[in-house]
């Protein structure tokens, strides 16, 4: 049961472009979003979130945008640079124990390439 | 801040051997999750400790195991490996605020091959 799902496993764009990621879920009752960053040899570090009160959250070059009633939401990076080359993970928290502490869903991620 | 600690980084085992991973959480952090990304997938809750109790586990059997000590660091143990459990192992640290949003922070991660 995939709850958190990213179609694209790939996704090529070249330097300065827009690169869009995208992510679907089910679970009506999340409430909460992030988006991990990737390198290979690293752990996955947190990038941006968006709560379920607002549509749209923006951070420097990284814009996270949310349709509740489509139950999908994208990643927007502008302009895209060769750093940005990483996968990038979608993920939910969930509660556990009661409500207390989460665990995260994650999608399956897609790997961005920008080119120079 | 050394951040998240995870070690050995990478780890070769046989069929049926037991493997211990061993995380050490961002100072201040309290919780530990553990988690097992497979090739070509998002990373899957294994199980999250606090108060050196495990406070819930996620679909894995009960060949994953774990423990965690008083100043908060984390081993994760698996038994009888199977080739199915050739994975990254990655360990998360939270500080427990009663807060659903709380961020967790992850180590590099020990990749698991089993052969």
């Known amino acids: 049961d995939q709850q958190v799902k990213q179609n694209s496993p790939s996704l090529s764009v070249q330097e300065g472009r827009i690169s869009i990621l995208n992510c679907d879920y089910t679970n009506s009752m999340f409430d909460y979003f992030l988006w991990y960053k990737k390198y290979p040899a690293e752990g996955p570090t947190f990038l941006i979130s968006?709560?379920?009160?607002?549509d749209k959250n923006e951070d420097g070059r990284f814009t996270v945008f949310l349709n509740k009633s489509a139950k999908h939401l994208s990643l927007h990076i502008v302009p895209s640079q060769p750093g940005d080359s990483a996968v990038y993970f979608c993920a939910a928290p969930t509660p556990l124990y009661g409500g207390a502490t989460n665990k995260l869903i994650f999608g399956t991620g897609t790997l961005l390439a920008v080119q120079p | 801040d050394a951040g998240v600690t995870q070690s050995p980084t990478h780890l070769i085992k046989t069929r049926g051997q037991q493997v211990t991973l061993r995380c050490s959480p961002k100072?201040?952090?309290?919780?530990v999750s553990w988690y097992q990304q497979a090739l070509g997938q998002g990373p899957q809750f294994i199980f999250q400790y606090y108060e050196e109790e495990e406070r819930q586990r996620g679909n894995f059997p009960d060949r994953f195991s774990g423990h965690q000590f008083p100043n908060y660091s984390s081993e994760l143990n698996v038994n009888a490996l199977l080739l199915g459990d050739s994975a990254l192992y990655l360990c998360?640290?939270?500080?427990?605020?009663?807060?659903?949003?709380?961020?967790?922070?992850f180590g590099q991660g020990t990749r698991l091959t089993v052969v």
């Open positions: 100072s201040g952090h309290d919780t």
């Open positions: 968006i709560s379920s009160i607002k």
């Open positions: 998360a640290s939270s500080l427990d605020l009663g807060s659903l949003n709380t961020e967790a922070f």
